[in-house]
């Protein structure tokens, strides 16, 4: 036995360090926990600071705060494991003094005080900023999709609801021709069929019919209120592609903007559409204006790929740096895509691979945007015809604000790294939040308090990265400073 290292005897009279502060070493993060909350003022980001005059007196909302970020670092979310924790860790028996408050204290205090402490996470961006944690002049911009505590089966579409009536229909239809056979051969052949069978079609048209009568009032929800989609357990979970070729989930799309350099979580936005293309200018301003920057580069993925948001972008001194989706019907049929075409800004002209050139016609309105119309005279008489187009001739359409397109274009051609970069950036902070969370779904329902949690998590992201990046006593000074 004596080769073996040895623990400490139970029995001992002082197993632990006399004063409970030596049981946390002065570079534990549950220190920067405790400092973090310290230069916090609660009252200004909306916590009730004052106490109730009457009944017992409430937990000041510093050590529920203290709580709940000690247990987002820690991956601890749960408030019922929150409340187990408080009496056990050390590190929070030090954090709390010794305050053990119970599970549903806690988890109230999570769900009364979103819109506080969604301004605690931004607090904690604005500390990175006045430490220069922040002079990256490039964010990537993203989403993913989160789940939300809704099942893919109690989740409808108009779609799902017809497919599953249909179902329902046809399935009665079968019920019914057996209860049909049944008197048929009754009256046929005096034969009986066993009653057992009878009840046994008889209880499964009941279930059907109920289940019928379900999907039928959730269709006229639908159409009360306008909804296209109804999730049963979280009604603001919505059912949400991930990528072409995997399942769908049923949850949120979280938005990101990750700094360059560092790679903080300087803004987010917990949403509930399904896709990208409308959330750049919002994502990039929000960290344009957190990061306290004039100017910054917002790069993002083809989802993102919306004209008028990159324009947006532009007009807020934001330059926009985002992949273009492969779409052109042209290229795909094998003839000359839209790129094979020159244009002149100083003639107003496109010149075509024929070497002719594309004249300005007429200004047109299309989906709210206003195009330029440019065609030939000459096409009728193009030898390479056929592999330009199959009308008379080949029409372009160019955006009355396309040069902002054309140097977007030139950007990445002139740096196409600029798009890897985006990746190595913004997909990192999702993986590991994600597993964070157990690869699982968010602990609340409804996108207020689910918006809450992401901010949690988002401070405890931002709060780790920082420990690592400049030391935990560093950035304790730097808190206190
Ligand atoms: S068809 Fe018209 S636009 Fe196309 S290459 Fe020939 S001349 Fe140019």
Known sequence: MTRFIEGLDRGQVSLLPASLDDCVAED?????????????????????????????????????????????LN??????????????????????????????????????????????????VALCRDIKLLDSDIVAIDGSRFKAINSKAKSYTRGKLKQKLGEIDKAIERYLMELDRADEALTKTSSTVPTSQITRVNRKLAHLQKEAERYRSIEDRM????????????????????????????????????????????AHEVTTFGYDRDALSTMAIAARDAMGTDEI???????????????????????????????????????????????????NVYTCPAGEQLIYRSTTEQDGKMQHLYYSSFCAGCVIKDKCTPSKERRIRRWEHEDVLDRMQQRIDDDPSKLALRSMTVEHPFGTIKAWMGN???KMRRLKNVATEMALHVLAYNMTRVMNIVGIPALINAMKA
């Open 297 to 347: 580069e917002a790069v993002a993925d083809k989802g993102y790929f919306k004209s008028e948001e990159i324009l947006t972008c532009e007009a807020a001194g934001i330059t926009a740096t985002v992949s273009k989706p492969l779409t052109s019907g042209a290229a795909a049929r094998g003839r000359f895509d839209r790129a094979d075409f020159a244009y002149d800004a100083d003639k």
């Open 223 to 266: 159409d009360k209120t306008g909804e296209t989609q109804v999730s049963l357990s979280d009604p603001d979970a919505k059912s949400m592609t991930t990528t072409p070729r995997m399942p769908k989930v049923v949850g949120y799309n979280v938005q990101t903007a990750v700094e360059a350099k560092h790679h903080l979580i300087v």
């Open 28 to 72: 534990n993060p549950v220190r920067v926990v405790d400092a973090f909350i310290e230069i916090l003022d609660l009252r200004e980001l909306g916590f009730g600071v004052v106490p109730e005059s009457t009944g017992r007196p409430g937990y000041h909302p510093g050590v529920m705060l203290s709580i709940y970020l000690y247990g987002y």
């Open 75 to 124: 991956q601890v979310q749960s408030s019922r494991r929150l409340e187990r924790e408080c009496g056990r860790n050390l590190e929070l028996i030090w954090l709390t003094g010794r305050l053990k408050p119970d599970f549903k204290t806690i988890a109230d205090f999570r769900k009364d005080n979103g819109p506080a402490i969604r301004k605690v996470c931004q607090q904690f």
């Open 440 to 442: 699982t779904h968010f």
